[in-house]
């Protein structure tokens, strides 16, 4: 069984930063592909940004891009989403994602999402 635990979500500023982090229960996380999707309130969830298992191909959205960083450290079975120049429309519940096939999806195993409200 495979669980996902996030933290790191709450209230910031525009313009402000926030490090969310995921943390993965079982074996051969390092083989696991990890992505963050984010759904804001009454929208579609939409993806955010991805990491292949190797860590060596990252992938983002556009609307993120030279905001938003993912990594991962495999020996603390864990990925982070190191958000920066955070705006309004960063405002979502963002949910933490694992597969054991590729970054481009699809996901098989999710978090409960952590709430990240950005204030204007």
């Known amino acids: 069984q495979v669980h996902l635990v996030e933290s790191g979500g709450g209230l910031v500023q525009a313009g402000g930063s926030l490090r969310l982090s995921c943390t993965v229960s079982?074996?051969?996380?390092?083989?696991?592909?990890m992505g963050w999707f984010r759904q804001a309130l009454g929208k579609e969830r939409e993806f955010v940004s991805a990491?292949?298992?190797?860590?060596?191909?990252?992938y983002y959205t556009d609307s993120v891009k030279g905001r938003f960083t993912i990594s991962r450290d495999n020996r603390k079975n864990t990925v982070y989403l190191q958000m920066n120049s955070l705006n309004p429309e960063d405002t979502a519940v963002y949910y933490c994602?694992?597969?054991?096939?590729?970054?481009?999806?699809?996901?098989?195993?999710w978090g409960r999402g952590p709430q990240v409200t950005v204030s204007s």
């Open positions: 079982g074996r051969f996380f390092s083989s696991y592909a």
């Open positions: 994602a694992a597969n054991q096939r590729s970054a481009s999806g699809p996901y098989d195993y």
């Open positions: 990491i292949s298992w190797g860590a060596g191909n990252t």
